[in-house]
């Protein structure tokens, strides 16, 4: 089926004969009424084809339905503006304007069957035919009825046909035939339609016993309502069927149809006529026939140039419109803004003061009672820890020590040194729970004991490994960073003792023009980094985040524990 001014006019107006009811509340506001009014106009240009009178119509109709976000109005005015476009050859510019619509439309909305037959027309025009054929599919699935889904079939066929699939086509069509329901209104045009690509599908598959009489009937069926843009599809499949058989005939349906495209201003069709008559005729009106054609092609190229730019424009220039008058609105709301801003400062001046100042009291008592609670939150905390060290620790050392008492003769040299060495490790620990809990000296003496609490920690089994201390300026850096070191190390080497068995420990300190460096590392168990118990490490985390510093973990099962450590100075 050719693309025709008219033919997308019919679809245009059978969905708008589809259209949904939009009930009008009477309380609608004269912008609507406006609205209403440019669309009915712009249907009116439309159907007189005053094509630029009616683009600009129907897109001045939709800016205002955007503002009562009238979706289905909105949809209506963008599938007629699309309409416009390819009735004009700006199929690009017509895909633009259909995907406009989309954000519009729902799952079988009542518009989704007309736009995606309309994706399906532009892409064909542009021989995008996989693509046109996924849009007529779509266009099936959202048709609610048997009868609406002949068009978008149709089209399948049709290119179909264009493909050379002629089985494919004959598929589609014949059932469509069989079935015989077309609408009522449209009886006729619809049966000759399906008539005339049928007939051509035979014939181009070389059955012309089954096409020819197709063909034939379906230009009869035209003729007899005086469907003129029918009947040169009509008149255009036979010139065709008959330029190999009989060029003469083929000339005769060729000339019918170019007088009637020409009677109808449809220049795609002069053209297609025009090339018959050209590769039929040998003889000196043949010259007649390409000049014409050489000038219908010059002129519908300019044309057609002409009316994409001015559809451009058109919306361009709506666009800068709407922009300027929000851009309006916008200043406007300002300047109202800042009067009541103006009006209400002084009001909003005296309730802020007032309630800074009510603000700064509530403050001043919540610190205080929150400091009281952190006091004994943390002597709690110090005592629950130290109850647990006694237990998990100094009992079952000192109990063992008991039983190696009781069941080994002191009077052997050898028992009485490894008794002596456990008493010494648990005069070792109880020192260094005791150095753990006194308050932190952060004087001068501070690394001293920050290298002598991490010695603790040296052992039979466990070799510490500390280097860098003196290098760091400890008076410049803060009280509260250097508690916050000495609290997060003791952390770590406490998590070592009870979970990695390190064999050996190293912790380096180090300095840059910015920040103080300290990095941890055992080889000891280690484990899977997802599965670090948070506790103590989260303490960790905490300290050194509320100094402004950043502490990384990084681990693995038997590849040990590392910890690096960075603070601002």
Sequence with gaps: MLRSPFFCLLIVLFFFSCKEKTVVSPKSDLTRDEGYRLRDEGILNFQNKNYNNAFYNFNKSKIIFEGSKDSSNIVYNLIQMAAIQQINGDFYGSKETLTEALPYIKKKDVYSASINNFFGIADKELSLYEDAI??????????????????????????????????????????????????????????????????????????????????????????QINDLYGSIGSNLHLAEYYTVTDQKKSNQFALEAYKTATKLRSIDERLKALSFLISNDSETQNKGYAKKFLLLNDSIITIRNNFKNKFAKIKYDSKKEKDENQKLKLEKAENLLALQKAKYQKIFFIIGISSLFLLLLYLRKFYQNRNRIEKIKTAYSTETRIAKDIHDGLANDVFHAITYTQTQPLTNESNKENLLQKLDDIYSRVRGISRENNDIDTGSNFPNNLKAMLSTYNSSQTNVIINGVEKINWDSVDDLKKIAIQRVLHELMVNMKKHSEAPVVSIKFNTDSNSLLIDYSDNGKGCEKSKIIKNGLQNMEIRILAVKGTITFETEPNKGFKVKITMPK
């Design 134 to 223: 996924t849009y007529y599919n779509q266009a099936l699935k959202d048709s609610e009825n048997e009868t609406l889904k002949q068009s978008p079939l149709n089209n399948i066929a049709v290119i179909y046909i264009e493909q050379k699939k002629y089985d494919k086509a004959i598929q589609i069509l014949e059932p469509i035939l069989a079935k015989d329901i077309f609408p009522k209104d449209e009886y006729i045009i619809k049966k000759a339609r399906i008539l005339d690509n049928l007939g051509f599908a035979y014939s181009k598959k070389g059955m012309p016993e089954k096409g020819l009489p197709l063909m034939t009937e379906g230009l009869q069926l035209r003729n």
